[in-house]
Antibody
Framework: EVQLVDSGGGLVRPGRSLRLSCAAS????????MHWVRQVPGKGLEWVSG????????AYADSVKGRFTISRDNARNSLYLQMNSLRAEDTALYYC??????????????WGQGTLVTVSS | DIQMTQSPSTLSASIRDRVTITCRAS??????LAWYQQKPGKAPKLLIY???TLERGVPSRFSGSGSGTEFTLTINSLQPDDFATYYC?????????FGLGTKVDIK
């Protein structure tokens, strides 16, 4: 059974940094592209970033480009999101999500439980 | 960016009703559309991709149709487990965008 466990969220002041992690199990992690998708509580979904199986292709939403960095460690079956220069508008529940292909079809067949990031002074 | 517009935003229905949700894209996305179901406090769940293909394990009362800019999600014979919020998502071009959701609640 596919399992994605998100962690690393918390309360952080504007301008500071946070690193999210996603631990994957139940599937061959390095056979799939992976993504981060966020959701402001009670609101809609926003794709944040995606990374191909070998980290050869990486993409970001314009809203986070230059501030967030996605990475993966296939040996550890883990996905990461380094978030720098955080802003109040980054406050959301962040989900790790699995793609259906190596390079990315950009829809998501499994999701983590989410980790809440709150940016506030 | 491709804008995805869902209607209605809220839909009240009864058990065994047939429910239809519409999703419109601001430009043609061919059939590159997915539908998700989300229940309160839970992550979204993939229901349908490529506009009409049912994800494994999803009940056959769910179906999708459409191409180009207009798409529908239909739930035949609504069940208690189906009360949730439904999102469409285009994956034709980056950034991959979602609709704002349609909440299906009990009439």
């Amino acid at each position: 059974e596919v399992q994605l466990v998100d962690s690393g969220g918390g309360l952080v002041r504007p301008g500071r940094s946070l690193r999210l992690s996603c631990a994957a199990s139940g599937f061959t992690f390095n056979d799939y592209a992976m993504h981060w998708v966020r959701q402001v509580p009670g609101k809609g979904l926003e794709w944040v970033s995606g990374i191909s199986w070998n980290s050869g292709t990486i993409a970001y939403a314009d809203s986070v480009k230059g501030r967030f960095t996605i990475s993966r460690d296939n040996a550890r079956n883990s996905l990461y999101l380094q978030m720098n220069s955080l802003r109040a508008e980054d406050t959301a529940l962040y989900y790790c999500a699995k793609d259906i292909t190596l390079t990315g079809e950009y829809f998501f067949d499994s999701w983590g439980q989410g980790t809440l990031v709150t940016v506030s002074s | 960016d491709i804008q995805m517009t869902q209607s209605p935003s809220t839909l009240s229905a009864s058990i065994r009703d047939r429910v239809t949700i519409t999703c419109r894209a601001s430009q043609s996305i061919s059939r590159w559309l997915a539908w998700y179901q989300q229940k309160p406090g839970k992550a979204p769940k993939l229901l349908i991709y490529k506009a009409t293909t049912l994800e494994r394990g999803v009940p056959s009362r769910f179906s999708g149709s459409g191409s180009g800019t207009e798409f529908t999600l239909t739930i035949n014979s609504l069940q208690p487990d189906d009360f949730a919020t439904y999102y469409c998502q285009q994956y034709k071009s980056s950034p991959w965008t979602f609709g704002l959701g349609t909440k299906v609640d009990i009439k």
